[in-house]
């Protein structure tokens, strides 16, 4: 049987033009003889739908457009769909894999396993399933599961999360096949772990896996795709491309034929990462209604790293870079931020802020001197953050916040200030992650394309005379590890000093982390490429962070 | 057997704070003979700890502090005490009730029912009890259950949430004694349905309830306490002051002793909302760390009503009111600001923000000319944003946000201008209910504390000449009945269209809430004080929210 795999990139809640690509998929697959048409999980509203799910109308929209223009797709001898979606029964929700045949539902796959970890809340909507059963099409059976169902195998998991894992059961009958709808986010490292899981799978139950993936950026999450087809002996067979939409074909007998070629997975670099994030900023730039976007530089690395991006996402004359200087800003800041822009190719604006923080100054200080302090430092950050929104607002551009994790952490940014607009791509990525991005874009392009000096010159906020990051905050090879125990392995300051790291240190940069809870919960999104967490997979109180020490 | 219920206000993750309060009122309720005292759900971390769940330091220590100051106090032969406390079991983590007798835990009840439901996340740490049993103190055997896992009679509620009653099997033992540890959060109309649901259960059961909850704000949620007693007959015999700690005492003899007389429920009335919003402003201005608020005061009704709670909450000392007219503030507003600001004896800055303004349209546009158009609306409300924000970080103070949810629903409101601050202590009020909330102030004190011109004048941001709120929005009478239909019922277009109102007003208020979106996820914690949610109780995504249209 001709199995086709339609890796796809719905927009979440835009239930027509998800029912369309759906369609015009399933068309394209049949032209080529598909035999069957898979879809990925929840299909038709996109992953993650979240509250959209409390609305019954909502609920409704997605039923309706399934049976006017999906079902009937299948109509008379036109091959089968399976297609992930919600579905309502007993006044309970369930998610679910429908297979659609003959112009009609004939067996619906609900998920046993609701991921609440992290960014997922699939409690807070779904009922789990209380029985799955194998079933067939062509005469051909498999074990047809959602997303996290496959992943609670007790001997591959040290410490399942769950107590059931419905492949045990589903195997029982050895199937041969095993086919997975997924919505699962890129984070570094995620490759790795589902080659692993999918091979040890289909070694396991010696079944042939077809793995689908979505694709597409969706608020902070980033789908990277890469739908994975294994063989009975758990070798990776066939891949779909990452980040990007494919529409792939595979042969069931081919799971079996021992002659078919092995793929490579992609390779886990910093490419990838600068995949994940060019396809997230592209994805909810013009997934919000926008097209353009608007973007401080500053002449420093991480507004050029930026920069960069919003070029590959959106295109030079999508891009425009606003220099934004003061008395304060070294000599070479704005020549560097000039050079990204020319090579580049975006348009950039010169607007000094000396004016209006002159005014703030008469307006807010005795004999208008400046006093130097954290209050005026701010203000300086803020008159940049009013300066790009207001050129957002009148023109209709989106502003990027360009800050980094670290920052982003430790709370070394300027609320309403450099952390004003609507998206932060680089939110998820180290300082360090930063340079090694500046570095691969400049090595990927003819020459460099990020001046030598925004990468080589020490990090500073240019908000007072001869400021440096490291007058604030440990060096960045000292924080970084800090904050991935603190905030990735979640250890407590105990264990972090008993790593070795200096006690006054680790406790100064625990401080800054929880005093800093109340900027991130006013943060814009961020694109998360890490199995850190913050946003949704954060859920942090604010009130008592001066009293936590543990 | 005399038992004492300690209704404690405990600060999240605060471990040593709360286990320092619970001592203490242990010893105080011993020195009056209590022979059994009882602490709320998770008294000893506070409630909702969120994400601190995911740190095993964390855990490590609120047992820790357990092991050496709250179970000793029991040794030999004084009262025992029962406290909701996290409980680890087989790499497990339970929400749960702990009997602590003779220096020693009794006897551990978990949790069964885990809400995942608006602002609650129980199933992303905790694990259900697979069985409940019932205990005795002092050979008075009772039904020991935590919060939600009363809350799910099958007579009671048209649809349970879940499908077991934890009640029904251990009432099968007939223990004529309900405890119940709570952490409840108020919102209008909570307090009947509690009572409607306690009544009867006492009733359905014939037993005594004990029901306490935690008392105090955290972030965004504000407990009542209100703890109550009812006979076996169902009647409210006993209650706890409400948004207070209270320490209260009643023997069991008197649950079944039909001549103990009743007392009533406390009204739902303006009062009770004024009170819920002046400990949750309170509460969270303490618990961050901070003892003085700054308000900017625009002569408008919500920044009026917003310095009358910051005052009651913390006092005229701990209150500054900034105004920061422009040349289009009208005549009034100042006057009404300043004359607001007397009439509650809080210091006052006036501030121009007129020399700042004409300095942006300098930098900005050519000649420097105003356009008059909304990006400049939108400077002009950044910089009262940043002249507060100024003030504070100078200074020490707390910025509060004076919007009101009819607003931040529809996105009526600048994003970091009058959206800039800590905290948001009326948005989660209509305007309607800003306007009762005013005269309520005004009928309680000798006389108007709010100029009556604040209240009587049609709104108005006041950022173009001769601006008025209804200029952009429906009438407030016709928008806030829509916006309850929408985000608190989650009806959808057609169906709220049905109840007779326009359709074009309709889709064009959804719309505005849908684009919203992303100003409501970088906007600050409001106090929630109704079943409508914003914050963690309504997760909506951002991408496609132009293409919703169900």
Known sequence: MLVALAQLNPTIGALEDNSRKIAHAYQQAIK????????????????????????????????????KQIIPLTSGDNPPIIVGANFEEDGKLFNTALIIENGAVKSVHKKTLLPDYDVFDESRYYSPAGEQSIVSVNNIPFALTVCEDIWNDRNFFAKPLYDVDPLHKLFSAKPGILINLSASPYHRGKLALRNNLLSYLAKKY??????????????????????????????????????????????????????????????????????ALTLGLKDFVTKTGFKKVVIGLSGGIDSAVVAVLAVKALGAENVLGVMMPSVYSSEHSLLDAVKLADNLHVNHRIISIE?????????????????????????????????????????GYLTLV?????????????????????????????????????????????????????????????????????????????????????????????????????????????????????????????????????????????????????
Chains 1, 2 share one sequence.
Request: charged residues 25%.
């Open 206 to 275: 010696a079944c042939g896996i077809f793995y689908l993936n979505q694709v597409g950026g969706n608020d902070d999450l980033i789908f990277d795709g890469c739908s994975l087809i294994y063989n009975c002996d758990g070798q990776l067979i066939y891949k779909a491309r990452s980040f990007e939409e494919d529409l792939i074909f595979f042969d069931t007998d081919n799971l079996f034929n021992s002659t078919v070629k092995k793929v490579a997975l992609p390779e886990e670099d910093i490419g990838l990462i600068a995949s």
């Open 402 to 550: 360009t800050g980094n994790r670290s920052e982003l952490a430790v709370g070394y940014c300027t609320l309403y200030g450099d952390m004003a607009g609507a998206l932060a791509p680089l939110a998820d990525l180290s300082k360090s992650e930063v340079y090694t991005l500046a570095q691969h874009f400049n090595q990927e392009a003819p020459s460099a394309v990020i001046p030598i000096n925004s990468i080589v010159k020490p990090p500073s906020a240019e908000l007072r005379p001869n400021q440096k990051d490291e007058d604030s905050l440990p060096p960045y090879n000292i924080l970084d590890p800090i904050l991935e125990l603190y905030l990735k392995e979640q250890m407590g300051a105990s264990e972090i000093i008993d790593r070795g790291y200096n006690a006054n240190t680790v406790n100064r940069v625990i401080k800054m982390v929880n005093r800093a809870e109340f900027k991130r919960k006013q943060s814009a999104p961020g694109l998360r490429v890490s199995s850190f967490a913050f946003g949704l997979g954060r859920r942090m109180p604010i009130s008592g962070n001066t009293k936590w020490n543990w």
């Open 355 to 395: 004016e209006v923080f002159q005014a703030y100054l008469g307006s807010l200080n005795k004999d208008g001197e400046a006093l130097l302090d954290l209050a005026e430092e701010n203000v300086q950050s803020r008159i940049r953050g009013n300066i790009l929104m207001h050129i957002a607002n009148r023109e």
């Open 32 to 67: 080529k003889n598909a035999e069957l048409v898979i879809f990925s999980e929840l299909a038709l509203c996109g992953y993650p739908p979240r509250d959209l799910l409390s609305y019954k109308s909502f609920l409704q929209k997605e039923r309706e457009l399934l049976n």
